[in-house]
Antibody, heavy 121, light 107 residues
Framework: EVKLLESGGGLVQPGGSMRLSCAAS????????MYWIRQPAGKAPEWLGFIRNKANGYTTEYNPSVKGRFTISRDNTQNMLYLQMNTLRAEDTATYYC????????????WGQGVMVTVSS | DIQMTQSPSSLPASLGERVTISCRAS??????LNWYQQKPDGTIKPLIYYTSNLQSGVPSRFSGSGSGTDYSLTISSLEPEDFAMYYCQQDASFPPTFGGGTKLELK
């Protein structure tokens, strides 16, 4: 059974940092692109960035809104996906999801349960 | 980026009713349109991919149609578990973008 399980959310002050993790199981992790997607309360989901699969060299791309502040990485030995978030702002407050896709542009066929990040003093 | 506009934003409906949710893209997306359901606990599940293909395990009361810029999701007879948020998403062009959502509510 495919599972994605995020962890690491919570309350952080503006300007602070936080790392989210996503534990993947039930599939060949290296075959898939992995995205981070966030959803502010009452709004639509928004892609943050992704990391490519093994065949495409595990390279990353970012939404301009977070480029330079957020970093996505993966540990393929542990089937883990990470999102390092620095210089956090109030507008980064949202529920954060990891999701997998087979290709750059395809259905997000499995999502994690989401983890809440609140940026506030 | 391709903008996705859903309507209505809120849809009151009754059990057993047939409902349709619309999604319009700001440019043609060649049927590269997916639908997702989000439950109140935040769980997101894919329903339909490439306009009309049912994801594995999704009940047949869900169907999708459309072409060009206009797409729709239809639920033929509402069950209690169908009252949720629904989002369309295009994957025709990078970056993938989502519609603003439709809240299907019990009337």
């Amino acid at each position: 059974e495919v599972k994605l399980l995020e962890s690491g959310g919570g309350l952080v002050q503006p300007g602070g940092s936080m790392r989210l993790s996503c534990a993947a199981s039930g599939f060949t992790f290296t075959d898939f692109y992995m995205y981070w997607i966030r959803q502010p309360a009452g709004k639509a989901p928004e892609w943050l960035g992704f990391i490519r699969n093994k065949a495409n060299g595990y390279t990353t791309e970012y939404n301009p809104s977070v480029k330079g502040r957020f970093t996505i990485s993966r540990d393929n030995t542990q089937n883990m996906l990470y999102l390092q978030m620095n210089t956090l702002r109030a507008e980064d407050t949202a529920t954060y999801y990891c999701a997998r896709t087979r290709w750059l542009l395809s259905l997000f066929d499995y999502w994690g349960q989401g983890v809440m990040v609140t940026v506030s003093s | 980026d391709i903008q996705m506009t859903q309507s209505p934003s809120s849809l009151p409906a009754s059990l057993g009713e047939r409902v349709t949710i619309s999604c319009r893209a700001s440019q043609g997306i060649s049927n590269n349109l997916n639908w997702y359901q989000q439950k109140p606990d935040g769980t997101i599940k894919p329903l339909i991919y490439y306009t009309s293909n049912l994801q594995s395990g999704v009940p047949s009361r869900f169907s999708g149609s459309g072409s060009g810029t206009d797409y729709s999701l239809t639920i033929s007879s509402l069950e209690p578990e169908d009252f949720a948020m629904y989002y369309c998403q295009q994957d025709a062009s990078f970056p993938p973008t989502f519609g603003g959502g439709t809240k299907l509510e019990l009337k």
